[in-house]
């Protein structure tokens, strides 16, 4: 079946560094790949996602590139800032085009200090 | 746009009675819901997809009878723990599909005493 695989958590980092969480994932056929955040006490947002090979997902100064090759979809962001302090899952659907089923991996939880 | 309310947003119950969760899609029109549960510290395990005006489809593990999702219009779904526990005691969230994503509620807190 298919699963995702996220690094461990937590990660804590300065502010201003450079962020990564890994991100790989197994499935059959061509998923659309997915970053969600949560921030304490709410619900899941959708940070950014990629439905195809090689396309690059972006917002907030986050990034995530659709690596077929590779089977990962590693989160990426330049500076990161305490606002920026949450939980990432990464997530696939298996079905491009309908809205189903979610796989999410673990989370990873970020920490970002001063 | 894409906005999915659930209410309530805390709920605290004693350990037998029953306990009724609502999402609602508030702009959009959403033929499939999801309902998702998510432990301390652990990802969102889902248990059920619903679509409006048919019978839910659970995940292996869950019990129908004790977790009942009713979907009854393209804009609502209803969660209702019944006879709840403490181990009940979780963070349910919803989601609403529409096109290939999925838009999701801000989850609501139940703890059974």
């Known amino acids: 079946g298919d699963s995702v695989t996220q690094m461990e958590g937590p990660v804590t980092l300065s502010e201003e560094a450079f962020l990564t969480i890994n991100c790989t994932y197994t499935?059959?056929?061509?998923?659309?790949l997915f970053w969600y955040v949560q921030y304490p006490g709410e619900g899941l947002q959708l940070l950014l996602k990629?439905?195809?090979?090689?396309d690059k997902g972006s917002n907030k100064g986050f990034e995530a590139t659709y690596r077929k090759e590779t089977t990962s979809f590693h989160l990426e962001k330049g500076s990161v800032q305490v606002s920026d302090s949450a939980v990432y899952f990464c997530?696939?659907?298996?079905?491009?085009?309908?809205?189903?089923?979610?796989?999410f991996g673990t989370g990873t939880r970020l920490q970002v200090t001063l | 746009g894409a906005v999915v309310s659930q209410h309530p947003s805390r709920v605290i119950c004693k350990s037998g009675t029953s306990v009724k969760i609502e999402c609602r899609s508030l702009?959009?029109?959403?033929?499939?819901m999801f309902w998702y549960r998510q432990f301390p510290k652990q990802s969102l395990m889902l248990m059920a997809t619903?679509?409006?005006?048919?019978?839910?489809?659970?995940e292996q593990g869950v019990e129908k009878d004790k977790f009942l999702i009713n979907h009854a219009s393209l804009t609502l779904s209803t969660l209702t723990v019944t006879s709840a526990h403490p181990e009940d005691s979780s963070f349910y969230i919803c989601?609403?599909?529409?096109?290939?994503?999925?838009?999701f509620g801000p989850g609501t807190r139940l703890t059974v005493t």
């Open positions: 990629a439905t195809k090979a090689d």
């Open positions: 702009d959009f029109q959403a033929t499939t």
């Open positions: 997530a696939l659907s298996d079905l491009a085009g309908t809205a189903s089923k979610l796989t």
């Open positions: 619903s679509n409006e005006g048919s019978k839910a489809t659970y």
């Open positions: 499935a059959t056929g061509y998923p659309s």
């Open positions: 989601s609403a599909g529409r096109t290939y994503e999925q838009y």
